[in-house]
Nanobody
Framework: QVRLVESGGGLVQAGGSLRLSCAAS????????MGWYRQAPGKQRELVAA???????NYADSAKDRFTISRDNAKNTVYLQMNSLNPEDTAVYYC?????????WGQGTQVTVSS
């Protein structure tokens, strides 16, 4: 069983920064494709950024040039550095880890950006 635990969320003013972390238990992290998703109230969950097991990244248009996803396989952790935050970034942010035979989600961490 794999467990994903997010941390780093909180309340920040517009223009500020946060770094989210997602720590994974188990021994499959390095072979997993990891992603950060978010869900705002009344909206569908959406992809923010993803990083493959090989390190390739892709971003939602809303995240390009502001957010950076990275991973540290030695620490079984994936990060999301978020800069220039605005109120539209307010949401619960979820970590996801996928492989050929599995698909795990974390419990989410709240990010609130005040104007």
């Amino acid at each position: 069983q794999v467990r994903l635990v997010e941390s780093g969320g909180g309340l920040v003013q517009a223009g500020g920064s946060l770094r989210l972390s997602c720590a994974a238990s188990g021994n499959i992290f390095s072979s997993s494709d990891m992603g950060w998703y978010r869900q705002a109230p009344g909206k569908q969950r959406e992809l923010v950024a993803a990083i493959s097991s090989g390190g390739s990244t892709n971003y939602a248009d809303s995240a390009k040039d502001r957010f950076t996803i990275s991973r540290d396989n030695a620490k079984n952790t994936v990060y999301l550095q978020m800069n220039s935050l605005n109120p539209e970034d307010t949401a619960v942010y979820y970590c996801r880890g996928r492989g050929r035979w599995y698909d795990y989600w974390g419990q989410g961490t709240q990010v609130t950006v005040s104007s």
